[in-house]
């Protein structure tokens, strides 16, 4: 009677393509809230974000690659970590070095990433010239070294990749409404301090129309640093032209007129200004003293 040999178990060591991928869009989300927070900070400066942008994402996936647990958050969450082809802890140059790799991977239409799906130790592009596996969180060196079988698909993978992946698409929808919100908000209060900062020119100006002497034609000076320059006509106008940050500079145009009573109103308008960032009394186009 003959019997059959047992055959082992594979260990499943390798994390696949959708686990890995579901690691990523987790640790995508992560990332994205430090940077929405300094789009904000930084306005409208926009190499200056862009380099930021790039120094918190090499920071995270680097560091916690890195690190004793040897993962991002999301790759912790779904039970992975990278490690080098031996199984042991990778040093920060080589994390920092595996991170700007990505960015090939990410050349002709992602092909670097699908690689993972296909490789026979699920490597991705970057892992292959960092030297790198993503393996079971569980592994130890000895295991990667004699190699196993690749993790399967869980139903927790499967939900966790339709719900982050719906996260961002929301967020993003949101973020296209609140951002440009925001920079409106932040134009029509620097607007209303250049209006305030002329206060005491037009102060100057309501004064001399009252007095009947002359008014201070010529330059002038509003103390606001969105502010550029001033300008008083002959007829009391003041125009005052923009700092370029500003909404790329800009003219806004104060021109007074007195009433029966002897009252001064200022009428407003400007170029290169939509009416929106004027405070409201400007937009019925009237400004009260």
Not at 255 to 275: H, L, Q, R, Y
Request: proline share 6%; with cysteine.
């Amino acid at each position: 009677m003959s019997t059959l040999a047992a055959t082992p178990a594979v260990t499943p060591l390798y994390a696949g393509f959708w686990r890995r991928g579901a690691a990523y869009l987790l640790d995508s989300v992560i990332v994205l809230v430090p940077t929405l927070l300094l789009a904000f900070a930084l306005d409208e400066r926009e190499m200056l974000m862009y380099a930021s942008t790039i120094i918190i994402a090499c920071a995270y996936y680097a560091g916690f690659h890195s690190s004793s647990a040897q993962a991002t958050l999301g790759k912790q969450v779904f039970g992975i970590k990278v490690a080098d082809l031996q199984g042991g802890r990778i040093s920060l140059a080589r994390a920092v070095g595996r991170y700007f790799a990505t960015s090939l991977s990410a050349l002709m239409l992602l092909i670097g990433y699908l690689m993972a799906a296909f490789t026979g130790k699920r490597q991705a592009l970057h892992d292959m010239i960092a030297g790198t596996l993503v393996v079971n969180k569980g592994a130890a060196p000895a295991d990667v070294t004699a190699g196993g079988g690749v993790m399967r698909v869980t139903a927790g993978v499967w939900i966790a990749i339709v719900v982050v992946m719906i996260i961002p698409f929301f967020g993003g929808i949101l973020a296209a409404i609140a951002i440009p919100a925001y920079q409106d908000t932040l134009v029509r209060s620097r607007i209303w301090e250049v209006f305030n900062s002329a206060a005491p020119l037009k102060s100057d100006i309501e004064r001399a129309l009252a007095e009947k002497r002359p008014l201070p034609v010529g330059p002038a000076s509003i103390g606001s640093k969105y502010v550029q320059g001033a300008m008083v006509g002959r007829d009391g106008q003041i125009v005052i032209t923009l700092a370029p940050e500003l909404r790329e500079g800009g003219r806004l145009v104060l021109t007074p007129s007195m009433d029966a009573s002897g009252k001064v109103w200022w009428e407003c308008s400007g170029e290169n200004v939509p009416p929106k960032y004027w405070p409201a009394a400007c937009r019925n186009r009237n400004l009260m003293p």
